[in-house]
């Protein structure tokens, strides 16, 4: 989950047997997508821009939208 240690699963995440990977944040996202694994991020159409410039354009393709919301991937 990106930026997803607020509200409710902020506690949660922090707790001493919790995963340490479920949660990155803008960093993590910049390192993780251009790598060759496959990567899919759901986000809001507003946060889309904000997106476009952590990864680059050319690098967020659009899988679906509806509602609103996008399935993006780094593939």
Do not use: C, H
């Amino acid at each position: 989950m990106l930026n997803g240690r607020v509200n409710n699963l902020v506690y949660g995440s922090y707790a001493p047997d919790a995963p340490t990977d479920v949660f990155i944040d803008d960093r993590d996202l910049a390192e993780r997508w251009p790598r060759r694994e496959r990567y899919y991020l759901v986000a809001e159409g507003p946060q889309a821009p904000r997106i476009e410039k952590i990864v680059g354009k050319t690098a967020l393709r659009a899988v679906a939208a509806s509602g609103g919301k996008f399935l993006f991937t780094n593939k």
